[in-house]
């Protein structure tokens, strides 16, 4: 059995153009304060039907990647049902089925566990709400 867990919700502002918005030293910071140094588990998740998190390359053009990419794989145009907001915002609802909401990884000595090059992002195609949150669980 654990012996605590830890959440916070933290407010990303990710303004009014899609973005890739790196989450790692967010979660770094919330660590020096929650695992005091254990081992365990972190669980970032945004509460959002438009948002996502990945765990990838960022500062070498990965994250312009990924979003030329979702736009190859989800064009932001009339085709989609959902109708409300920006055009092609139907989308947006579609991406958690390939960017999901949450990501949980591991932590170790009180620090995430990450390859060389990768970093956590939140995903937000979605220029109608600039402002998201996401919430940070460690389990450890």
Do not use: K, Y
Not at 2 to 19: H, I, L, N
Not at 72 to 94: C, E, I, K, N, S
Request: glycine share 8%.
């Amino acid at each position: 059995m654990a012996d605590s867990f830890t959440t916070r919700t933290v407010d990303v502002t990710t303004g009014t153009t899609e973005t890739v918005h790196d989450l790692t030293a967010t979660c770094a910071s919330f660590l020096r304060e929650a695992a005091h140094g254990r081992d365990g588990l972190l669980n970032v998740f945004t509460p959002h039907a438009t948002a996502g998190l990945a765990v990838i390359e960022t500062g070498a053009g990965s994250d312009d990647d990924l979003l030329t990419a979702l736009h190859t794989l989800l064009p932001a145009d009339d085709r989609w049902q959902h109708r409300h907001g920006t055009p092609g915002h139907g989308r947006d609802h579609v991406l958690p089925a390939l960017v999901p909401p949450h990501a949980t990884l591991p932590v170790l000595n009180g620090a995430l566990e990450l390859g060389t090059w990768q970093s956590v992002v939140l995903v937000d195609t979605n220029v109608d709400n600039p402002r998201r949150q996401v919430r940070l669980s460690f389990l450890g």
